[in-house]
T-cell receptor
Framework: GNSVTQMEGPVTLSEEAFLTINCTYT??????LFWYVQYPGEGLQLLLK?????DKGSNKGFEATYRKETTSFHLEKGSVQVSDSAVYFC??????????FGAGTTVTVRA | DTGVSQNPRHKITKRGQNVTFRCDPI?????LYWYRQTLGQGPEFLTY????????KSRLLSDRFSAERPKGSFSTLEIQRTEQGDSAMYLC??????????????FGPGTRLTVL
């Protein structure tokens, strides 16, 4: 079946540091890939997505590239802020309705 | 859009009681999804509706769980004879349905269930 494995946390960084959260997936076909973010006390929000190989999703300074050859969709941000402190979830969808999520990575950015 | 809303936000119940949660999707979104999230894990798919039709149910959805979307708008998720293992965050999401695309799912804030 489909599954997503993402980097275990928690991750603690200083402001302006570089952030990478690794995500790899297993799928039988060609899924769409997503990063969702959950800020403290809020619901899940879509951060970015990519629907085919070599696509790059980007939003709010975050980027992730769909790498079919390594079955990966790593999330990166060049300079994090305190407001980026959240739980980040990698997810895939191989059907057009069901999302399969990773376990989430908690990121804390210190001033 | 006012976003997806869920009620109640928190529910504490005793083992063996029945509980019902409500989800109001974004208006004009014809797809509605239910997920369950336990502590330290990502959400797991439970079921989804297209309009009023329930099209898919996960194996996670035991016989004690039932979901409805009677008029294709709001949805309810009922758990009968609750067990401590049902304690979790229950998330609802909605999306428009466009042919040939994987639509973004918009999530509500969730209902946190605690079974004592």
């Amino acid at each position: 079946g489909n599954s997503v494995t993402q980097m275990e946390g928690p991750v603690t960084l200083s402001e302006e540091a570089f952030l990478t959260i690794n995500c790899t997936y297993t799928a039988t076909g060609y899924p769409s890939l997503f990063w969702y973010v959950q800020y403290p006390g809020e619901g899940l929000q879509l951060l970015l997505k990519a629907t085919k190989a070599d696509d790059k999703g980007s939003n709010k300074g975050f980027e992730a590239t769909y790498r079919k050859e390594t079955t990966s969709f790593h999330l990166e941000k060049g300079s994090v802020q305190v407001s980026d402190s959240a739980v980040y979830f990698c997810a895939l969808s191989e059907s057009d309705y069901k999302l399969s999520f990773g376990a989430g990575t908690t990121v804390t950015v210190r001033a | 859009d006012t976003g997806v809303s869920q009620n109640p936000r928190h529910k504490i119940t005793k083992r063996g009681q029945n509980v019902t949660f409500r989800c109001d999707p974004i208006s004009e979104h014809n797809r509605l999804y239910w997920y369950r999230q336990t502590l330290g894990q990502g959400p797991e798919f439970l079921t989804y509706f297209q309009n009023e039709a329930q099209l898919e149910k996960s194996r996670l959805l035991s016989d004690r769980f039932s979901a409805e979307r009677p008029k294709g708008s709001f949805s309810t998720l009922e758990i009968q004879r609750t067990e401590q293992g049902d304690s979790a965050m229950y998330l609802c999401a909605s999306s428009p349905r466009r042919a040939g695309s994987t639509d973004t799912q918009y999530f509500g804030p969730g209902t946190r269930l605690t079974v004592l």
